[in-house]
């Protein structure tokens, strides 16, 4: 900016010299200077947003942050905390696409389309999705499984291994299957990977009396929600930090899905975590 660096070299040169070289008036000068002597009007909610912006890992949009400071009392518009954020250089990440594929063709039972994109929920345990994701730390290989419930997003189980095997996607589903009530028989959407054809899966599901759905082969927008958690997660914690292990990563992600069930604000659930929803609904 012009006038600051006026400002930084006139004990040095001439205010007329610098002005001419700058292509100022002096008037616009000292007009431009005063303007910066005056404390900043936005100070307060500058601060407001930085907090927001930073408590939450730094992964919330102008969305988010602005119900944050709703909800803390601020009166402001979506726009005015976009500048602010643009301003002070606070952005989220930008998702990448990049999918573990678990398809080897038909090697078991392939279900029918029964979610058929239905993605929403009237209560708990109705629809469930899951899916496989893969992280690399060096040659190093983790795997993620995790089952979503549709009704909130919550994450409700998940299991996390170094072998994408059929037991690795087992788990996490014995330990979601193990939170339902005894009227409880949710859609299990999933796509046609190996481990969800495999004949251990779908006894599982038909011993809990859960129904079995499968995307359409390569078809990822079948299962978009889980999808876009994977997104989301791998933007958020996992493709812009260092892990010098499997161990840390580990722990990073458990950390991750906390967070995401507990803090992580969403705006289709009124502003609340999946938890607090969760916890308002089964209370009204």
Not at 64 to 86: E, I, N, P, S, Y
Not at 146 to 170: A, H, K
Request: charged fraction near 25%; charge should be positive.
């Amino acid at each position: 900016m012009k006038v600051l660096a006026v400002i930084a070299l006139k004990a040095q040169y001439r205010l007329d010299v610098l002005l001419d070289v700058a292509g100022l008036a002096r008037s616009t000068f000292f007009y431009r200077q005063a303007q910066l002597r005056r404390p900043d009007p936005k100070a307060a909610l500058k601060a407001a947003v930085t907090r927001a912006f930073e408590k939450n890992h730094r992964r919330y949009g102008h969305r988010r942050v602005h119900r944050v400071l709703v909800d803390a009392g601020w009166r402001v518009a979506k726009k005015t905390v976009l500048a602010v954020m643009r301003e002070l250089g606070l952005a989220c990440r930008v998702r990448r696409r990049r999918r573990y594929v678990s398809y080897q063709g038909q090697v078991g039972a392939v279900a029918a389309n029964i979610l058929d994109r239905q993605f929403t929920a009237a209560a708990p345990n109705q629809k469930w999705v899951t899916d496989v994701t893969e992280f690399r730390v060096g040659e190093a290989k983790l795997y993620l499984s995790p089952v979503m419930d549709l009704f909130d997003r919550q994450i409700i189980s998940y299991s996390i291994g170094r072998s994408p095997t059929t037991e690795f996607t087992n788990r996490s589903l014995r330990a979601a299957l193990g939170t339902l009530g005894e009227q409880d028989y949710p859609i299990v959407h999933s796509d046609q990977g190996f481990h969800y054809q495999h004949s251990s899966w779908r006894r599982l599901l038909a011993d809990a009396g859960a129904i079995q759905s499968m995307s359409r082969k390569a078809n990822c927008y079948d299962n978009a929600i889980i999808e876009n958690f994977f997104g989301h997660l791998k933007e958020e914690m996992f493709h812009h930090v260092r892990y010098l292990n499997l161990d840390a990563l580990h722990t990073a992600i458990e950390d991750y899905i906390d967070w995401f069930n507990n803090d992580r604000i969403s705006l289709r659930l009124d502003g609340l975590s999946p938890v607090q929803y969760r916890a308002q609904a089964l209370a009204a």
